[in-house]
């Protein structure tokens, strides 16, 4: 079972940032925070598991452009692969993709990127590449198991690219039990707090 959005939902999410970023400039708005507005609102009206009354129940950090950073890339090319736990106790397969080094708030950040072994077989997500993380808000304001990133190999351009924090995004393990949702590794613990994107669901399960 995948865990992450799923292609229709991306799809979607895409399509609209792309339109109403368009139609904001056209009303002479921010494009940025209207952009990621039009996101977030598609992300909960396509969200695959909480549905209907629930939805209020999402909440997201205040929009900050200063989360949107440009990072340099580092490929990394890896054989053997590894093992990642999931929040059912079981493990899946990845291998390591990149290296992310980033600034934010004057501090120097790195995470790696990952490339998981079953989904690069299909035709689907074979240039999909995942940037699970956690930070000084996991536990807190922002979910306990951490959060993810996620973009495709054709995003990484002349060794760079955009990483959106305002679009990190809770597993499914956030909002229901019965689901195996990668962990993030320990190398991808950032120690400054990532106040922006999703933060805790508001509602137990």
Same mark, same amino acid.
């Given at each position: ?13 895409? #399509? #609209? ?17 209207? !952009?990621?507005? /039009?996101?977030?609102?598609? =992300?909960?009206?396509? &969200? *695959? ?9 999402? &909440? ?7 989360? &949107? @950073?440009? #990072?340099?890339?580092?490929? $990394?090319?890896?054989? @053997? ?5 999931? !929040? ?24 790696? @990127? ?8 299909? *035709? ?17 304001? !922002? ?6 990133? *996620? ?9 760079? @690219? ?5 679009? /990190?995004?809770?597993?499914?393990? /956030?909002? #229901?039990?019965? =689901? ?13 707090? $990532? ?8 509602? /137990? &399960?």
């Amino acid at each position: 079972m995948i865990t992450l959005i799923s292609i229709k939902q991306r799809i979607v999410l895409v #399509a #609209a940032t792309l339109f109403i970023g368009g139609f904001a400039f056209a009303q002479k708005k921010d494009i940025y925070t209207e !952009s990621i507005k /039009a996101y977030q609102k598609i =992300y909960i009206d396509s &969200h *695959e598991v909480v549905k209907g009354k629930d939805t209020r129940y999402f &909440h997201f950090f205040p929009i900050n452009k200063e989360y &949107h @950073v440009s #990072a340099y890339f580092e490929r $990394i090319y890896d054989t @053997v692969g590894f093992t990642m736990n999931t !929040s059912a106790g079981t493990v899946k397969y990845y291998y390591k993709y990149g290296r992310l080094d980033f600034i934010i708030d004057g501090k120097e950040c790195l995470l790696y @990127v990952y490339q998981g072994k079953d989904l690069m077989q299909t *035709e689907q997500y074979k240039d999909y590449l995942f940037v699970p993380f956690t930070d000084a808000t996991t536990g807190n304001e !922002s979910y306990g198991s951490g959060r993810y990133l *996620e973009f495709y190999k054709k995003d990484i351009e002349n060794n760079s @690219v955009q990483l959106d924090f305002n679009k /990190a995004y809770n597993p499914y393990c /956030a909002y #229901a039990t019965g =689901y195996k949702c990668p962990v993030p590794p320990r190398e991808n613990r950032l120690t400054i707090p $990532i106040k922006a994107g999703e933060m805790n669901f508001g509602k /137990a &399960h």
